[in-house]
């Protein structure tokens, strides 16, 4: 609505393009600070003339690098924890990634494709666990998109509603 009552907001919009979008989106992925997702913002970005395709990419990109953020501090944490923390609950944590090696990067895909909560919830505790970057990144990437492609078929659908 705001954007097909003022074309100033459009034209602010088109001019930061894909570009402005990403960097919306890297601000909002950091779900426990800015509560927002950036999917909400896409009518926006539609009535101001950009693509729903590569808004859909961009948003998720951009959502991506904030969870890999949130990855690599819960690793970083890791790291000084394991220094200073008694060896057995290292060890107890390590146990528990190598029993359940590959449960909890399905669990992340599901929880980012369909849970409307911060993926931090699980990345960083992820990433503290010591599970691999390689083992993360697919999960999230596709998790994020599923969820971008649900909620922007029903942001869109409301807009066309009212």
């Keep these: ?22 960097v919306i989106d890297l601000i909002s992925g950091f779900n426990l600070a800015v509560p927002v997702p950036a999917i909400a913002f896409l009518p926006l970005f539609l009535e101001s003339g950009l693509s ?6 961009t948003i998720t990109l ?20 394991s220094q200073t923390a008694e060896s057995r609950v290292v060890k107890k944590l390590e146990a528990i990634r190598k029993k359940y090696q590959w449960g909890p990067p399905i669990i992340l895909f599901v929880f980012a494709a369909v849970v409307p909560l911060p993926n931090e919830l699980l990345v960083i505790p992820m990433g503290f666990l010591g599970y691999r970057f390689i083992h993360i990144l697919p ?24």
């Design 1 to 22: 609505g705001l954007a097909q009552e003022n074309e100033t907001k459009r034209n602010i919009v088109a001019s930061y393009g894909n570009p402005g979008i990403f």
């Design 62 to 81: 951009g959502v991506t690098m904030a969870d890999m953020v949130a990855y690599f501090i819960g690793k970083l944490s890791f790291e000084i924890t």
């Design 52 to 57: 729903f395709w590569i808004g859909i990419l």
């Design 139 to 162: 999960p999230i990437i596709a998790g994020n998109l599923v969820f971008n492609l649900l909620y922007s078929t029903g942001v869109i659908t409301i807009f066309e509603f009212l």
